[in-house]
């Protein structure tokens, strides 16, 4: 029997040795270092995007409206931003030119035909005037404007209601005060009836009952305009000068604009500069006003004696604006103290002026301050401190004449906010500020509709303030 044939080895280099596997670690380390990397890849490949995006949107487009910063360019571009779709009513033509000539006819006017030949007497109140004049221009001319005007209701996201409330006001025949001459007999003008007949017709408007006037648009900028009806109208969108005789519950910087007066001295023409300012600081007007503006007084006892500072009792007439403009075109500072309300149209003079406002008014509001900051155009002091003997002028006159000149730079950039006349200007951008509001709109809307009226114990401020809801839900 055979033996088993030995198997022979192979000779060593024909060995085969599978390869043995990597340590874990270094496999661990690999997995590291590819993550390393993908994650390296992908970081720079969004750098690039994310600085293409930067350039394209900021650097090489049209810039935005102007919405945060006054160093926009005034020309902004608005054509590619959706406008706010405002329907103006055709109101009853006595509500508007009929106000015009009322005014006129208090006056030893006469009766007009034309209601062309009409024109809108000039004072602090205007902005009616502009807004109303502005919706009449033909759409060609508005390009950049925040809204545009409709002629069908339906298309509208908000309703414009051009009552000149603040002329209405005024309107009343003039009593005479000579009592040798008797007076001309002229029509009667209420205001408050034309008020209540305002309401009357509106309240006959499908689209004033559809939201409960949430979408409504009404300017009220004198302090006691639609004091009347004011509480049939505070859901709608107010445009104002201040809320000093406003209510909490009727009004809100959350809902309505503020609006700036229309300055009535002539805008400063001049470049910055302090050689031909020789006055300190500048003041003309009423020195006694009611419960808010007693602080008048005082700073007429404190300041009138001061040899560069010029501070005046004077009633607003021609000769009072020659002056008032001769006046702040020559002072570095002019006083702002708070009157009968809290605002007037001395500061907006003030700004157009580029003489640095120093406010004096604790309850202040100001329009346009998403856009503008204040503390760079003026300065505020507390209505206890101004008091202070000494206090004002000597702050004052610590203030650097390199300062003086940083606030009159300031001034130069936004004063275009207050010129109502400026194409760019006040009436752009009381448009920009309406059209913000349409998204609280819509939600007051549809938050009226779900809720339980209810009698509460403190007024709700209509915006902040939650309710019961009144929709029953089924599943």
Partial sequence: MNPRPKLRSPPPSSVIIPPASPPKSLINKMRR????????????LFSILALYAFFNTFI????????????????????????????????????????????????????????SL????????SAEWY??????????????????????????????????????????????????????KRPTYSDEETQESLIEWL?????????????HVFICQDPNALYKVVDKVKNGVLLVSDFGRLARNQASLVKDVILPYSHRINTYTGDIGVDNRNSLLFFMGNRYRKEGGKIRDLLFQLLEKEEDVIIKHGAQSRESRREARKGMHTSKFCLHPAGDTPSACRLFDAIVSLCVPVIISDHIELPFEDVVDYRKIAIFVDSNTAV??????KKLRKVSMERVLEYQRELKKVKHYYEYEDPDGTVKEIWRQVSLKLPLVRLMINRDKRLVKRELPEPDCSCLCSNETGILTTL
């Fill in 60 to 115: 090489f487009s049209d810039p935005p409206n102007n919405v945060g910063s006054v160093s926009f360019s005034r020309n902004y571009n608005t054509q590619n931003l959706k406008s706010v779709k405002v329907y103006m009513y055709d109101l009853p033509r006595k509500f508007t030119y009929g106000v015009i000539e009322s005014y006129a006819l208090a006056r030893g006017g006469e009766k007009q035909s034309d209601d």
């Fill in 388 to 393: 202070k003997p000494g206090f004002l002028v």
């Fill in 33 to 44: 270092k590819f993550t390393r990397s993908t994650l390296t890849l992908a970081t720079t």
């Fill in 118 to 125: 009409l024109k809108y007497p000039g004072n602090q109140h």
């Fill in 203 to 215: 309240e006959k408007q499908e689209y004033w009952k559809r939201n409960n006037g949430w979408d």
């Fill in 131 to 184: 807004l109303f004049s502005d919706l009449n221009r033909p759409s060609l001319e508005r390009v950049g404007s925040a809204v545009t005007r409709v002629m069908d209701p339906e298309e509208a996201d908000l309703f414009y209601v051009p009552f000149f409330s603040s002329l209405s006001l005024v309107a009343n025949p003039i009593r005479s005060n000579n009592a040798v001459v008797a007076p001309v």
